[in-house]
């Protein structure tokens, strides 16, 4: 009896073991996204308030915003992916037509720090697979309109120009987020803008790394600095359960927008950060690697998760692991990337039949009670991204090439 509970035993952890290091069917998963990307373009209004946002835990709608929302950007980047990912027209077709809807952001003054996710997401990954010019000169428009939110006595771009809660408004407010907007002023620098652009995006990160940041590498979400001096006020939270708690996606965007930090500029002190703030993160996940909202959550375990931070993470660390000069480090990068996106394709967290979104249990501002334990929309951003740098890799080529049929 013992010997056979011994082989079972073996057995079973053999099976595990085999399940959890497989290699992820990136084509399947992709196709996937692709299907549930159709089901949502046949649910969207004729109207002008036409961009899926997000659906509720236990519903089937979708929750539709127009140009103007900070999300507007992720649905047309997703239809670029899908265009990248299966080489179907219609995508390109769609993708272009939700893309154009967001035009009027590069001709209007700035209203917060968005930008970057609103434009570079939509025209930026257009013009990476098409090069149509009218994209290019959106994105070079916008980043110069992003630009005039820059404080160069504070040395980061404002992220609210409004009045929020806890913002000590009219000072100076950054939040993490905003770090995922520079790559739009890096590219524009790089592609006829001006060098300024790239000179602000610096500064941004540098002055972020320095201010936003405890000494265990765990972010804030929000810093306050005095608009006329540019000292530190104090250093906040909007999003995460407390002001000294590590909310899962503001850390998320610490992650990829260092990551995409050393890849514009080769400064190893991008690189070193990116790996310091990606360890913390990665000490005290649960088994299947998607976050709480918020590592501190005294609810933990029945606290709710967050998809949309892991989806981010796996992107980054997919991107990092192709970086890092230590390759036992790009190994565990690459591992762990992989294994988030393992769990979010799995039953538990891809929608499927519930909804036409593709990942559910994200959480999106817990504090203010919205999209809590929701299907939102860019969690499926970053994980068809990741899937395709993912596919990439397995191809064995650069996560930075358009992925060919």
Same mark, same amino acid.
């Given at each position: 009896?013992?010997?056979?509970? +011994?082989? &079972?035993?073996?057995?079973?952890?053999l099976?595990?073991?085999?399940?959890?290091?497989?290699?992820?069917?990136?084509?399947?998963?992709?196709?996937?996204?692709?299907?549930?990307?159709?089901? !949502?373009l046949?649910?969207i209004?004729?109207?002008?308030? %036409?961009?899926?946002?997000?659906?509720?835990y236990?519903?089937?709608?979708?929750?539709?915003?127009?140009?103007?929302d900070?999300c507007?950007?992720f649905?047309?980047g997703?239809?670029?992916?899908?265009? @990248?990912? !299966?080489?179907?027209?219609?995508?390109?077709? =769609?993708?272009?037509?939700?893309?154009?809807?967001l035009?009027?952001?590069?001709?209007?003054?700035?209203?917060d720090?968005?930008?970057?996710?609103?434009?570079? %997401?939509?025209?930026? %990954?257009?013009?990476?697979?098409?090069k149509?010019?009218?994209?290019?000169?959106?994105? &070079?428009?916008?980043?110069?309109?992003?630009?005039?939110?820059f404080?160069?006595?504070?040395?980061?771009? &404002?992220?609210?120009?409004?009045?929020?809660? +806890?913002m000590?408004?009219?000072?100076?407010?950054?939040?993490?987020?905003?770090?995922? +907007?520079?790559e739009?002023?890096f590219w524009?620098?790089?592609?006829?803008?001006?060098?300024?652009?790239?000179?602000?995006?610096?500064?941004?990160?540098?002055?972020?790394?320095?201010n936003?940041?405890r000494?265990d590498?765990?972010?804030?979400?929000?810093?306050?600095y %005095?608009?006329?001096?540019?000292?530190k006020?104090? *250093?906040v939270?909007?999003?995460?359960?407390?002001? +000294?708690s590590?909310?899962?996606?503001?850390?998320?965007?610490?992650?990829?927008?260092y990551?995409?930090?050393?890849? =514009? !500029?080769?400064?190893?002190?991008? #690189?070193?950060?990116?790996?310091?703030?990606?360890?913390?993160?990665?000490?005290? #996940?649960?088994?299947?690697?998607?976050?709480y909202?918020?590592f501190n959550?005294?609810?933990?375990?029945?606290?709710?998760r967050? *998809?949309?931070?892991?989806?981010?993470?796996?992107?980054?660390?997919?991107e990092l692991? !192709?970086?890092?000069k230590?390759?036992?480090?790009s190994?565990?990068?690459?591992?762990?990337? @992989?294994?988030?996106?393992?769990?979010?394709?799995?039953?538990?967290?891809?929608?499927?039949?519930?909804?036409?979104?593709?990942?559910?249990?994200?959480t999106?501002?817990?504090?203010?009670?919205? =999209?809590?334990?929701?299907a939102?929309i860019?969690?499926?951003?970053?994980?068809?991204?990741?899937?395709?740098r993912l596919?990439k890799?397995?191809?064995?080529?650069?996560?930075?090439?358009?992925?060919?049929?």
């Amino acid at each position: 009896m013992t010997i056979f509970r +011994n082989l &079972l035993f073996t057995a079973i952890f053999l099976f595990v073991y085999v399940v959890a290091n497989a290699q992820l069917n990136t084509s399947r998963a992709i196709a996937y996204c692709a299907v549930q990307a159709d089901k !949502t373009l046949k649910s969207i209004p004729a109207d002008s308030i %036409n961009i899926p946002r997000s659906i509720a835990y236990g519903k089937k709608d979708w929750k539709f915003v127009d140009f103007k929302d900070w999300c507007s950007g992720f649905w047309p980047g997703i239809l670029w992916y899908a265009y @990248e990912g !299966t080489h179907d027209v219609k995508y390109k077709q =769609e993708a272009d037509k939700f893309s154009r809807e967001l035009t009027p952001l590069s001709m209007m003054k700035a209203f917060d720090h968005d930008l970057g996710f609103q434009i570079f %997401n939509s025209f930026g %990954n257009g013009y990476r697979l098409t090069k149509n010019p009218e994209y290019k000169k959106i994105i &070079l428009s916008s980043a110069d309109t992003l630009a005039t939110l820059f404080n160069p006595r504070a040395g980061t771009i &404002l992220s609210w120009p409004r009045p929020v809660p +806890n913002m000590e408004w009219p000072q100076h407010n950054t939040i993490i987020d905003n770090m995922i +907007n520079l790559e739009m002023l890096f590219w524009a620098s790089k592609n006829g803008g001006s060098k300024k652009l790239y000179d602000i995006a610096v500064s941004h990160a540098k002055t972020t790394m320095k201010n936003h940041f405890r000494a265990d590498y765990t972010s804030y979400h929000a810093v306050v600095y %005095n608009r006329e001096t540019g000292a530190k006020i104090k *250093a906040v939270t909007h999003q995460g359960y407390a002001d +000294n708690s590590m909310w899962a996606r503001g850390q998320s965007w610490a992650i990829y927008g260092y990551t995409m930090c050393y890849r =514009e !500029t080769k400064d190893p002190v991008f #690189l070193d950060f990116a790996q310091k703030v990606s360890d913390v993160y990665l000490k005290d #996940l649960p088994a299947d690697l998607i976050p709480y909202w918020d590592f501190n959550d005294p609810a933990i375990p029945k606290a709710p998760r967050d *998809a949309s931070a892991a989806a981010v993470v796996a992107s980054a660390l997919l991107e990092l692991s !192709t970086l890092t000069k230590d390759k036992a480090k790009s190994k565990i990068y690459r591992k762990k990337a @992989e294994q988030m996106l393992r769990s979010l394709s799995a039953a538990q967290y891809q929608s499927r039949e519930k909804n036409s979104a593709f990942l559910l249990h994200s959480t999106g501002h817990k504090p203010n009670g919205s =999209e809590i334990d929701a299907a939102i929309i860019y969690a499926d951003y970053y994980y068809i991204e990741a899937l395709l740098r993912l596919k990439k890799l397995q191809r064995g080529v650069s996560i930075y090439a358009n992925l060919k049929s």
